[in-house]
């Protein structure tokens, strides 16, 4: 069964430092979300890109962060300068058309821990 | 803007016992809604959707819900707890024009006893 593939599984890093997630979606997706879930609270969308732009960001998603697809297969989410609350789990979904009735299939998450 | 509120963060059943995790919604337009699971160490997972078609929605894994439009509820139902069933669940809701931008409650996580 395809799936979505997140890397790292776990990043542990000092506050002030750059980090990138990277996500590998299924072949013939073509809309791309990332998601966030700080502990113990609600996942938060973050961001959507189709056609490699930005289709729509939530307040959250400031100048800190950033995404691209670089090489047409890893999704990334930058994020420049953690700060200590950035600490959260972040999860990756696609799917292969924006229809509501179309089902978003998420990656296991990458849990970012800023220190 | 619309929102959802998932009642109890920790749910406890033993196992044979019905299942039922709340969802209540709050929506300005008519939503579609959405419960996902997400087994230790694994991804989100769609386990069914209303659309609005049918308003008793079934799902994977013996999982149902009913959209009741006049509660603004969407509770999520199984007849007979399994061990398997162990993991959190999350309520979301999208509206039209929203694409698949999902708002999430905070989850519920179901534990099941022997």
């Known amino acids: 069964e395809p799936e979505v593939t997140q890397t790292p599984s776990h990043q542990v890093t000092q506050m002030g430092q750059e980090v990138i997630l990277r996500c590998v979606p299924i072949?013939?997706?073509?809309?791309f979300y990332w998601y966030r879930q700080i502990l113990g609270q609600k996942v938060e969308f973050l961001v959507s890109f189709y056609n490699n732009e930005i289709s729509e960001k939530s307040e959250i998603f400031d100048d800190q962060f950033s995404v691209e697809r670089p090489d047409g297969s890893n999704f990334t989410l930058k994020i420049r300068s953690t700060k200590l609350e950035d600490s959260a789990m972040y999860f990756c979904?696609?799917?292969?058309?924006?229809?509501?009735?179309?089902?978003?299939?998420f990656g296991e998450g990458s849990r970012l821990t800023v220190l | 803007a619309q929102s959802v509120t998932q009642l109890g963060s920790h749910v406890s059943v033993s196992e044979g016992a019905l299942v039922l995790l709340r969802c209540n919604y709050s929506?300005?337009?008519?939503?579609?809604l959405f419960w996902y699971v997400q087994y230790p160490n694994q991804g989100l997972q769609l386990l069914l959707k209303y659309t609005s078609a049918a308003t008793l929605v079934k799902g994977i894994n013996g999982f149902e819900a009913e959209f009741k439009k006049s509660e603004t509820s969407f509770h999520l139902t199984k007849p007979s707890a399994h061990m398997s069933d162990a993991a959190e669940y999350f309520c979301?809701?999208?509206?039209?024009?929203?694409?698949?931008?999902?708002?999430f409650g905070t989850g519920t996580q179901l534990k099941v006893e022997l």
């Open positions: 929506s300005s337009v008519p939503p579609y």
């Open positions: 979301a809701v999208s509206t039209t024009g929203g694409g698949n931008k999902l708002t």
């Open positions: 072949s013939n997706h073509l809309y």
């Open positions: 979904a696609t799917t292969r058309g924006e229809g509501l009735t179309g089902e978003l299939f």
